[in-house]
C-alpha cells in the first residue's frame, strides 16, 4: 500500500510518495494540491501526512480532501500537523490562508455534520457537502516553551484555561484521522 507526505517541503519521508508544489525542494513528485489529482488510484493509499499544509491551502481546500477521500483506503489514517491559530508563528506568516482548528476538523465527519445540521437547523456540514467521511483518532497540542513546566507538573486544566484567555499557549494542533468508507 501506498503512503503520501503531501507538501513535503525539505522533510521527506522514508517509504512515502513525497509531493510538494515547488520543485526546488526535490519531491518525488511536483503536485498542486489544491488543483491537481493526487498520484494515487482510488483506494490505494494506506497513510497521508501534511505536516503544516492545510493552513496554506486557499479555495482549494474542497478539492484536495476529496482527492485524500477518493485515494484512502477504508481505515486509511492521516496525520494533519498545523501551526496554532492563536500563535504568533500563525499571525505573522503572510502565507497562511485558513485556521486549521479542531472544529474545522471535526466538519470533515458526517456524525459530526450530523450533529451540526441538527443543532443548526438544516445546514449541512462539509464531510456532507463533499461527501467525504473523516473520524478524529485522536488529538493534541505542542505547547510553547513558555508554559511547558505547566504540562510537566500536570496542571493541564490549568494549561487549557490559560489558552482560553492567552495567545502563544500552544504552537500547533496535531490531530490523527481515520477513513470512514
Known amino acids: 500500500m501506498l503512503k503520501l507526505n503531501l507538501g513535503c517541503g525539505l522533510k521527506k519521508l522514508d517509504g512515502f510518495l513525497n509531493i510538494d508544489i515547488n520543485p526546488n525542494v526535490k ?49 486509511a489514517t492521516i496525520e ?11 499571525l ?7 485556521a486549521i482548528t479542531i472544529g474545522v476538523l471535526k ?24 461527501d467525504i ?15 511547558l513546566d505547566l504540562a510537566r507538573n500536570n496542571k493541564s486544566q490549568e494549561l487549557n484555561e490559560i489558552s482560553k484567555r492567552f495567545n502563544n499557549v500552544y504552537k500547533a494542533t496535531a490531530v490523527k484521522l481515520v477513513v470512514m468508507k
Open 92 to 98: 505573522n506568516d503572510a502565507r497562511v490562508k485558513r
Open 27 to 75: 519531491p518525488d513528485k511536483v503536485i498542486n494540491l489544491e488543483k491537481d489529482k493526487l498520484p494515487a488510484k482510488d483506494n490505494s493509499v494506506e497513510h497521508v501526512v501534511l505536516n503544516f499544509v492545510l493552513e496554506y491551502i486557499g479555495e482549494g481546500l474542497p478539492h484536495l480532501l476529496k482527492e485524500i477521500y477518493r485515494v484512502c483506503e477504508a481505515g
Open 133 to 147: 467521511d473523516l473520524e478524529i483518532l485522536q488529538q493534541d497540542f505542542a505547547i510553547d516553551d513558555d508554559y
Open 107 to 130: 466538519s470533515f465527519g458526517k456524525k459530526y455534520c450530523a450533529w451540526y445540521k441538527d443543532f443548526y437547523d438544516g445546514n449541512i456540514g462539509l464531510a456532507e457537502e463533499l
Open 80 to 90: 494533519i500537523v498545523s501551526t496554532h491559530p492563536r500563535h504568533d508563528n500563525f
